[in-house]
């Protein structure tokens, strides 16, 4: 999606250095995976409660949004080689995300 796509459809924007971050929350389900996966990042008690300065690791940045279950959390890079080299990396990566996003779905129902 564009970024004026984002914006028309109710996405609000976090703009970065490397990346600009959008945030839909009506589509959020809450399900906590970017405040475990990257927690310095997504703070609710900060204002504005998504800070990407605080990630120095912009792959590890970009696999928690690409993580986000009900695509609430978009982004665009603003370069083409900030994109990811290898899907295998990623790939790894969200499933690590995936995995404790299971456990706190687990948590959450009991």
Not at 65 to 87: F, G
Request: with cysteine.
């Amino acid at each position: 999606m564009t970024e004026q796509e984002l914006l028309e459809t109710g996405y609000r924007k976090y703009h970065g250095d490397k990346l600009d971050i959008y945030f839909k929350r009506s589509l959020c389900t809450h399900s906590r995976v970017c405040l475990k996966g990257s927690p310095k990042v997504f703070n609710v008690r900060n204002r504005p409660w998504i800070d990407q300065r605080e990630e120095p690791d912009l792959k590890k940045l970009i696999a928690v949004l690409d993580a986000c279950p009900t695509k609430a959390l978009r982004y665009i890079a603003h370069k083409e080689e900030e994109k990811w080299n290898s899907n295998k990396e990623k790939a790894g990566f969200i499933f690590i995300l995936k995995k404790i996003w299971r456990q706190v779905r687990s948590f959450m129902r009991s």
